[in-house]
T-cell receptor, first 113, second 115 residues
Framework: GQNIDQPTEMTATEGAIVQINCTYQTSGFNGLFWYQQHAGEAPTFLSY??LDGLEEKGRFSSFLSRSKGYSYLLLKELQMKDSASYLCAVSILREDSNYQLIWGAGTKLIIKP | EAGVAQSPRYKIIEKRQSVAFWCNPISGHATLYWYQQILGQGPKLLIQFQNNGVVDDSQLPKDRFSAERLKGVDSTLKIQPAKLEDSAVYLCASSLHGEANYGYTFGSGTRLTVV
């Protein structure tokens, strides 16, 4: 089966760095997404990794290791507005040649002053 | 570029009643998705359309849920009759093609409360 695991909740301090991990067991891997979702709002796209390595985008970076089925999202210089849920989602190419996103349950990140 | 439009924003109904949600995707986006997101969980795909054809509806409770995408543009999702466990946020998303690396754009969602 297809499975994605990420921690349920994390707490960090304003100005610090936090790493949110995601592990997956899927077939037909076609890339991994990170989305940010503030309470009561829709998910918004943060990053997409399809090759191994680190992708940096401002204060946010995302890392992928396909051999280990592992990714992390790194948030630097944390701000209060970064308090949100962070969703890991894996894109797979199915046998019927259609793409599908498999979603993790999300990690709720709480930023404290 | 206008985003994905959804309505209504909120809906409260009694169990066994019917409800319908509407979605207008980004212009030109061929693929449209309906997701159900229960509080504290990740989104669960209910149905995926490619133009006006259904690509995946394996997780759609077909005894009570139905969806259509006439003319390959707007879509409606209906629940009839609603149950308490249908209380969730219903998200519509669209993408240019089915290929995930183009990214998905979500609408603001409809928060459904069944009492």
């Amino acid at each position: 089966g297809q499975n994605i695991d990420q921690p349920t909740e994390m707490t960090a301090t304003e100005g610090a760095i936090v790493q949110i991990n995601c592990t997956y067991q899927t077939s037909g891997f076609n890339g991994l997404f990170w989305y940010q979702q503030h309470a009561g709002e829709a998910p918004t796209f943060l990053s997409y990794n399809v090759l191994d390595g680190l992708e940096e985008k401002g204060r946010f970076s995302s890392f992928l290791s396909r051999s280990k089925g592992y990714s992390y999202l790194l948030l630097k210089e944390l701000q209060m507005k970064d308090s949100a849920s962070y969703l890991c989602a894996v894109s797979i190419l199915r046998e019927d040649s259609n793409y599908q996103l498999i979603w993790g349950a999300g990690t709720k990140l709480i930023i404290k002053p | 570029e206008a985003g994905v439009a959804q309505s209504p924003r909120y809906k409260i109904i009694e169990k066994r009643q019917s409800v319908a949600f509407w979605c207008n995707p980004i212009s030109g986006h061929a693929t449209l998705y309906w997701y159900q997101q229960i509080l504290g969980q990740g989104p669960k795909l209910l149905i995926q359309f490619q133009n006006n054809g259904v690509v995946d509806d394996s997780q759609l409770p077909k005894d009570r849920f139905s969806a259509e995408r006439l003319k390959g543009v707007d879509s409606t999702l209906k629940i009839q009759p609603a149950k308490l466990e249908d209380s969730a946020v219903y998200l519509c998303a669209s993408s240019l093609h089915g290929e995930a690396n183009y990214g998905y754009t979500f609408g603001s969602g409809t928060r459904l409360t069944v009492v």
